[in-house]
C-alpha cells in the first residue's frame, strides 16, 4: 500500500527567507507525485506534479520539487517566500498506471513571519 | 466554467439525522472522490467513482453512502449522522490521463457539524 509522510507538522519561515517542505512517500512501483497548498477555508489547488522524465519540477507560485527516487523523498522547496504563501501544504502519491486514487499526507502548515 | 462546486456550504445536524451532499463538476471528468478532512489527519478519502454508475470505498467509508447517477454529479449520503462525521468534506474530480487517474480539482469544501 501506498503512503506519504510530511515529517514537519508546523514550520516557520521569514518573509523572504527560502522554504523546503518535506515529503518522503512509499511504493513499490513509480509513483505518480504532487503537492497541493490550501490556503484558509479553501479547498486545494495543484502546485505541481511529478509524472516522469526531469526529477526537478517547477510549479505555480515560484515552487519547485525535486524527486529523488534514491531517498523515497519529493520535497518542496522555494527560494524566497512571500506572505501570501502562508497556508497549508499537502503532498500526494498515486500509482503511475491504473491509478484511481491518491493518498495524502497529513500536511505541512506555514506560517510566515515578517 | 465553475470547476468543482459543493452544497451546501455549511450544515448542522442532530445526532441520528440524515443529509446529502451534492457534489457538481463540469470537466467532463471520468473520476470523482469525496474526502473528509480532520485536523492533524490530512485527506482520507470515502468512496470514490471511475464512472457513471460505479463507486467504490475509500479508507473511511463506514457511515457514509454514495451515489454517481449522473457523470456530472457525485453524492455522499449520511444515513444517521454520528458526532464522530464532524469534518470539513471535500469533493475532487480528475480525468483520465495517459496511465490513470491525473491531477485532481478540489471543490470549496462542505463544513460539517454533528452535535
Known amino acids: 500500500a501506498q503512503s506519504v509522510t510530511q515529517p514537519d507538522i508546523h514550520i516557520t519561515v521569514s518573509e523572504g527567507a527560502s522554504l523546503e517542505l518535506r515529503c518522503n512517500y512509499s511504493?513499490?512501483?513509480?509513483?505518480?507525485l504532487f503537492w497541493y497548498v490550501q490556503s484558509p477555508g479553501q479547498g486545494l489547488q495543484l502546485l505541481l506534479k511529478?509524472?516522469?522524465?526531469?526529477?526537478l519540477v517547477q510549479g505555480i507560485k515560484g515552487f519547485e520539487a525535486e524527486f529523488k527516487r534514491s531517498q523515497s523523498s519529493f520535497n518542496l522547496r522555494k527560494p524566497s517566500v512571500h506572505w501570501s504563501d502562508a497556508a497549508e501544504y499537502f503532498c500526494?502519491?498515486?500509482?503511475?498506471?491504473?491509478?484511481?486514487?491518491?493518498?495524502f499526507g497529513t500536511g505541512t502548515r506555514l506560517t510566515i513571519i515578517p | 466554467n465553475a470547476g468543482v462546486t459543493q452544497t451546501p456550504k455549511f450544515r448542522v445536524l442532530k445526532t441520528g439525522q440524515s443529509m446529502t451532499l451534492l457534489c457538481a463538476q463540469d470537466?467532463?471528468?471520468?473520476?470523482m472522490y469525496w474526502y473528509r478532512q480532520d485536523p492533524g489527519m490530512g485527506l482520507r478519502l470515502i468512496h470514490y467513482?471511475?464512472?457513471?454508475?460505479?463507486?467504490a470505498k475509500g479508507e473511511v467509508p463506514d457511515g457514509y453512502n454514495v451515489s454517481r447517477l449522473k457523470k456530472q454529479n457525485f453524492l455522499l449520503g449520511l444515513e444517521s449522522a454520528a458526532p464522530s462525521q464532524t469534518s470539513v468534506y471535500f469533493c475532487?474530480?480528475?480525468?483520465?490521463?495517459?496511465?490513470?487517474?491525473?491531477?485532481?480539482?478540489f471543490g470549496p469544501g462542505t463544513r460539517l457539524t454533528v452535535l
Open positions: 475532487a474530480s480528475s480525468y483520465f490521463g495517459t496511465s490513470g487517474a491525473d491531477t485532481q480539482y
Open positions: 511504493y513499490g512501483a513509480t509513483p505518480y
Open positions: 511529478y509524472f516522469s522524465g526531469d526529477t
Open positions: 500526494a502519491v498515486g500509482a503511475y498506471f491504473g491509478n484511481e486514487k491518491l493518498t
Open positions: 470537466m467532463n471528468h471520468e473520476y
Open positions: 467513482s471511475v464512472g457513471e454508475g460505479t463507486t
